[in-house]
């Protein structure tokens, strides 16, 4: 998405002032796999962001300041106003420091010829006046731990000047010279006998080591920040606080904060996912890492996959607790980090025991979560897939069924009962819980009842036709 918009305002920069005509460029331009990198721009150029961009070349922090306050209070999540932002500065080659400019070499002056041919007198022997008399009692040399802890050394008392000897020979430079070593081994002398020796005993104690970063605290690498997964949920508020706000979703608890989410199974804490640099792994990784980082700390990955333009890198670790779980790096295609994520490994739950559930029903009910799994990750693509031919034209295009769910955080499948099987035809009732951005950054919550009828094409199951109706919604 960067090189296209960059190719295009090569040719005209000026289009950034001219919005309606950039974005019939781009709309024209962009492949359908570009779509949920471009919808966020396209939306920043509607609010004359392009315009501000256009403008702030004398002030580019004021620019971006400005730029990602507009985006912001237009609802747009706090991670893709970064990445509209980044895209901007990019472009524009703000993200390249200027070329230091090189200061000519000054003319180096010739040195002065000094003549050596003078021979040095040597000093006579003068006697010292008695306030210079210096002690042959040499105290000992301080010990490791004397240097190393804070003195407090009185200021030596200046004696008064001596009277100025009487010009004679040409050996008085090397009489100052002399003077000035014997006020130089006073000073040092004054003071060593002002110094307190330490006792040996204690020297370990005053050699202070500085403190140690808090996510070196970690017991395991399943942690952020020195708190591991499994840690009691009093001690992870005690580390974090209180929340901006929280919620039971199926027997678990979530705590919001303004850049970390965190879920407690019963009274401790099973995941985590972050966006932000503030977080570090045991090993010293952040979002903004790179993968050859991500590499060079934790090796070849056991788990790869690819998803909306991110390839996850998966490890497996234990929790103090004992319990299987993973740390996941989600890398763009940029080779940095754009979240963490380290979560317990549940097991699947158990298939109910009553009456043996028939094949074609079982897979119908795979698919219909599976659809619901694709929305939450922003698989997209392999969501709308999994409609009909019937159903694609009842949503509308790919585009226009991506660009519906920009704003959905999750839509999850809490409840799935079997309503008919015939065969080829399967229909459910289900149970939908639903969470989206909301304007001002918060949080809409909705739940939603209805039916689906998944029909088998071929091989696969896909949603055919279907109502709901909306039970209670909340925004938060």
Do not use: C
């Amino acid at each position: 998405m960067e090189e296209l918009l960059k190719k295009i305002l090569a040719q005209d920069k000026t289009l950034l002032t001219r919005r309606d005509e950039l974005i019939a460029i781009l709309d024209e331009k962009v492949p359908g796999r570009l779509a949920r990198e471009y919808n966020p721009i396209k939306k920043a150029l509607t609010l004359n962001v392009g315009e501000i961009f256009a403008t702030g070349n004398d002030n580019r922090a004021a620019a971006t300041a400005k730029a990602t306050e507009i985006l912001l209070q237009s609802g747009l999540q706090e991670v893709r106003v970064k990445n509209v932002i980044d895209t901007f500065i990019k472009v524009l080659d703000w993200d390249k420091e200027p070329a230091e400019e090189i200061q000519p070499v000054k003319e180096i002056q010739p040195v002065e010829e000094i003549n050596l041919a003078e021979e040095i007198q040597p000093a006579e022997e003068t006697e010292l006046p008695e306030w210079m008399e210096v002690s042959t009692n040499t105290p000992p040399a301080p010990s490791v731990s004397e240097i190393f802890q804070p003195k407090k050394i009185k200021p030596p008392i200046t004696p008064p000047p001596p009277t100025p000897p009487a010009p004679q020979s040409s050996s008085k430079s090397t009489l100052i010279i002399g003077a000035l070593i014997v006020v130089i081994i006073f000073l040092l002398l004054g003071r060593n006998n002002n110094s307190t020796p330490a006792n040996p005993s204690n020297q370990s104690a005053e050699i202070q080591t500085p403190p140690k970063e808090s996510y070196l605290d970690a017991k395991t690498d399943l942690s952020l920040n020195g708190v591991d997964l499994g840690t009691p949920l009093n001690q992870v508020v005690n580390v974090f606080g209180t929340p901006n706000s929280k919620k039971n979703e199926n027997g678990r608890l979530r705590y919001y904060y303004d850049d970390i989410e965190v879920v407690f199974n019963g009274d401790y804490l099973s995941a985590f996912v972050t966006y932000s640099s503030r977080y570090k792994t045991a090993r010293g990784l952040s979002v903004g890492s790179t993968y050859s980082e991500v590499i060079n700390q934790y090796g070849s990955a056991p788990h790869v996959m690819n998803i909306d333009n991110l390839t996850l890198y998966e490890y497996d670790f234990n929790s103090t607790r004992g319990e299987k779980g993973l740390l996941r790096f989600a890398v763009n295609q940029s080779g940095t980090v754009e979240y963490i994520s380290v979560r317990i490994l549940e097991p699947e739950p158990p298939a109910p025991q009553q009456n043996k559930i028939p094949e074609n029903v079982e897979q119908a009910a795979r698919a219909f979560l599976l659809y619901h799994k694709n929305i939450t990750d922003g698989n997209y693509r392999q969501a709308y897939d999994t409609l009909t031919y019937e159903r694609q034209q009842y949503m509308g295009d790919y585009s226009t069924y991506a660009q519906g769910y920009a704003n959905t955080i999750s839509s999850e499948i809490t409840a799935l009962n079997l309503v008919s099987n015939d065969g080829d035809s399967v229909t459910f009732s289900y149970t939908l819980e639903a969470r989206d951005i909301a304007s001002g950054g918060r949080t809409l919550y909705q739940t939603f009842q209805g039916e689906i009828e998944m029909v088998k094409i071929g091989n696969s199951w896909k949603l055919n036709s279907g109502k709901s109706k909306r039970i209670s919604e909340s925004i938060k």
